[in-house]
């Protein structure tokens, strides 16, 4: 749904100026000034940074037998789990996963349709033609029971391949709002200018057009990491996910399955997870709103 | 793809046969084969990746039952057989006929999981009771944020606005199943605020329409309660926003100068003037939120254990029950698509200009 949204935002940009272009370090002095949007950058960098820099400094949390399900105490903030295994250590190692296949999946999404959606736009024609009734209908099945259909017929058993499938399952509505970007794009005076001074296809596409909506393309690679970490939980919830290791998923799995919230010591086990990852997405959207604002000024007052 | 091929067709017969044109121009129909033509290159689509990918279901399924259930290659071939509703021996393309015959008279296969049962029986116990839920959820959640939205809109900056914008992005960045988690973790088993128990399900034991009559809608909608309550939470923020945003552009417009000075009625012009012009934009997103809405009904249904399409699945997927993922999968479609049909249909009755700019080819 937050696809949707921006790509309404899309339409009113492309019909009036086409896209506005702020380059890298005047968009951070911006951000800065909205300050909802620098919460969500310092919140995004902090879950980052945590979920990477921990696993290596913090040692795996060991599985203690006299200690199942303690609640809170000043060696263990927030308790202990099923195997007395220490939940804060769990926590702070258990976001790498989650990072890497939100990032992944979002990358490769971003990627299929930038270059579908621009050379689609550009080329017009059948392939576009094609394309856009390709879309139409990946569109119309309900991605996440696709995705937990695809992913119950081909068992799959590393993360890899579940950012794999993610990424390759949800291209399709950023393909819609890049295409229309580069459609409004390519009528502009130097995309003439280059074609006149004759520079190749691809390099007109990918060298002159698609850096113009640089900054549109980062918004939308952000909203794709809180879909893709919408469907890779949600794989984890329903046990589709690879089980080993530990990770935010696992634990909200494993806290739901063993009945952790009819135990109030235990509550702590299935919240941290939950907390962990509606901060994560709360920061990733408030970090994309304002993006978007900065952007696109005519939306404030909306 | 088939508009095109049928506008190609349909055009040499401009002269002699113009009631075919006639019909071609009509937004309904095009549309409705619009929705057929989607649905047969999804079952296609399933077809071929259920029996010709490598590691598909139906090996798998014959590999279980020679390594698990010591059965020969041959009888596990036939089982197969019986189950996946089609025949290995004949040549794929007689397999794909039949299968398409199959779903035209809605024969799904038999479940594998539930001895007996033919998938489309176990469907249609279970699809009722999420399009139920689901289409209450949204149907409030849709009419709060319409009010909410123009509220919003018409008191830009107010108090309202800035409560309903904050608590709105924050409802929308929970994915729902965590929400209904967190419902059931907090409401239900810390403070005790409901009873987790006694709403599993649809309906209460022994509860059905013909032993009570119009009691057993006050049960229904309370064991629906909480999966509706989940829905409308996620997706009302948005709503509104939407209602906003399109209000605010309604407002600017001319013609709503034009109504004040002509002093028409406040009322009047909320709702001719900018209620009917700032609700187009919502109903194209319907389509777009009922196949989201449906996909997270997997998780939410599933927490909840309210016995809808959602659990089916989760069952399903639990026993790799694959005839009953595959029926789901193009059931749920179906309904998506069906969903999408309606909210073009009626997006047409509210913008007629819809119509006439989109038609003939």
């Known amino acids: 749904m937050a696809q949707a949204t921006v790509e309404t935002a899309t339409l009113e940009t492309s019909v009036d100026s086409g896209v506005r272009s702020?380059?890298?370090?005047?968009?951070?002095?911006?951000?800065?000034?909205?300050?909802?949007?620098?919460?969500?950058?310092?919140?995004?960098?902090?879950?980052?940074?945590?979920?990477?820099?921990?696993?290596?400094v913090v040692p795996e949390a060991?599985?203690?037998?006299?200690?199942?399900?303690?609640?809170?105490?000043?060696?263990?903030?927030?308790?202990?789990?099923?195997?007395?295994?220490?939940?804060?250590?769990?926590?702070?190692?258990?976001?790498?996963?989650?990072?890497?296949?939100?990032?992944?999946?979002?990358?490769?999404?971003?990627?299929?349709?930038?270059?579908?959606?621009?050379?689609?736009?550009?080329?017009?024609?059948?392939f576009d033609a094609i394309m856009l009734q390709i879309t139409d209908i990946v569109m119309t099945i309900p991605q996440i029971i696709l995705l937990a259909v695809m992913g119950a017929f081909f068992e799959l058993n590393s993360p890899f391949?579940?950012?794999?499938?993610?990424?390759?399952?949800?291209?399709?509505?950023?393909?819609?709002?890049?295409?229309?970007?580069?459609?409004?794009?390519?009528?502009?005076?130097?995309?003439?200018?280059?074609?006149?001074?004759?520079?190749?296809?691809l390099r007109i596409v990918?060298?002159?057009?698609?850096?113009?909506?640089?900054?549109?393309?980062?918004?939308?690679?952000?909203?794709?990491?809180?879909?893709?970490?919408?469907?890779?939980?949600?794989?984890?919830?329903?046990?589709?996910?690879?089980?080993?290791?530990d990770?935010?998923?696992?634990?909200?799995?494993?806290?739901?399955?063993?009945?952790?919230?009819?135990?109030?010591?235990?509550?702590?086990?299935?919240?941290?997870?939950?907390?962990?990852?509606?901060?994560?997405?709360?920061?990733?959207?408030?970090?994309?709103?304002?993006?978007?604002e900065i952007l696109n000024p005519r939306l404030r007052d909306r | 793809m088939a508009a095109i091929e049928a506008g190609v067709r349909g055009r040499p017969a401009t002269g002699a046969v113009p009631i075919l044109k006639k019909v071609w121009r009509n937004y309904a129909l095009r549309r409705f084969l619009r929705a057929i033509f989607v649905i047969w290159v999804v079952a296609t689509a399933v077809f071929f990746l259920v029996r010709l990918l490598p590691g598909n279901p139906v090996e798998q399924y014959i590999q279980v039952q020679v390594s698990q259930y010591g059965a020969t290659y041959a009888d596990a071939q036939r089982s197969a057989q019986a189950y996946f509703n089609f025949d290995p021996g004949t040549p794929l393309i007689q397999q794909y006929f039949v299968y398409l015959w199959g779903l035209c008279r809605l024969d799904l296969g038999m479940s594998i999981g539930n001895r007996g049962m033919a998938v489309s029986t176990l469907i249609a116990q279970y699809l009722p009771w999420t399009l139920f839920s689901v289409g209450i959820g949204v149907g409030i959640a849709i009419i709060i944020g319409l009010i909410l939205g123009m509220i919003m809109a018409y008191r830009r900056g107010g108090a309202i606005d800035h409560a309903v914008t904050a608590i709105g992005s924050f409802l929308h960045a929970i994915p729902n199943y965590l929400l209904a988690m967190i419902i059931v973790v907090i409401g239900g088993a810390r403070f005790g605020l409901f009873d987790i128990a006694t709403m599993r399900g649809t309906a209460s034991p022994g509860v059905t329409f013909k032993a009570y009559g119009l009691a057993f809608f006050p049960d229904i909608f309370y064991h629906a309660s909480m999966p509706i309550l989940t829905y409308v939470l996620t997706t009302v923020g948005t709503w509104s926003l939407v209602m906003k945003s399109s209000t605010t552009q309604v407002l600017e417009e001319d013609y709503v100068t034009?109504?004040?000075?002509?002093?028409?009625?406040?009322?009047?012009?909320?709702?001719?003037?900018?209620?009917?012009?700032?609700?187009?934009?919502?109903?194209?997103?319907?389509?777009?939120?009922?196949?989201?809405?449906?996909?997270?009904?997997?998780?939410?249904?599933?927490?909840?254990?309210y016995d809808g399409i959602g659990t089916l699945l989760y069952t399903a997927l639990q026993g790799r029950d694959y005839t009953v993922l595959e029926g789901i999968l193009l059931i749920v479609t179906v309904t998506v698509v069906f969903a999408n049909l309606i909210a073009d249909l009626v997006y047409s009755l509210l913008d007629p200009r819809i119509r006439t700019t989109e038609s003939g080819d």
């Open chain 2, 258 to 305: 034009v109504a004040r000075a002509r002093g028409l009625r406040d009322l009047r012009i909320r709702t001719n003037y900018v209620g009917r012009n700032a609700i187009l934009p919502l109903v194209s997103q319907i389509a777009t939120t009922a196949g989201f809405v449906v996909g997270g009904a997997i998780f939410v249904e599933q927490t909840f254990k």
């Open chain 1, 22 to 56: 702020v380059r890298g370090s005047s968009l951070l002095s911006q951000l800065t000034r909205s300050a909802s949007g620098f919460a969500g950058l310092i919140i995004v960098v902090l879950i980052v940074a945590m979920s990477l820099i921990a696993p290596l």
């Open chain 1, 62 to 126: 060991k599985p203690n037998v006299n200690q199942i399900w303690s609640g809170p105490s000043s060696r263990h903030w927030l308790g202990t789990n099923n195997s007395g295994q220490d939940i804060v250590t769990l926590i702070l190692r258990g976001g790498r996963t989650v990072i890497f296949v939100g990032f992944g999946a979002a990358l490769l999404t971003t990627a299929i349709a930038v270059v579908i959606g621009s050379l689609a736009a550009y080329f017009r024609g059948r």
């Open chain 1, 206 to 245: 990918f060298m002159e057009i698609v850096p113009n909506m640089a900054s549109f393309i980062l918004i939308n690679f952000i909203i794709a990491i809180t879909n893709a970490t919408y469907a890779l939980i949600g794989m984890y919830v329903l046990g589709l996910a690879p089980m080993s290791g």
């Open chain 1, 161 to 201: 391949a579940l950012a794999a499938l993610i990424g390759v399952l949800s291209w399709p509505v950023l393909m819609r709002s890049i295409r229309a970007q580069v459609l409004s794009l390519k009528e502009r005076e130097f995309v003439e200018a280059a074609r006149l001074l004759d520079l190749g296809t």
């Open chain 1, 247 to 292: 990770n935010w998923g696992i634990m909200i799995n494993d806290a739901w399955i063993s009945g952790a919230m009819f135990n109030p010591n235990s509550m702590l086990y299935i919240l941290a997870p939950v907390a962990m990852i509606v901060i994560m997405q709360l920061g990733l959207i408030m970090l994309s709103r304002s993006l978007e």
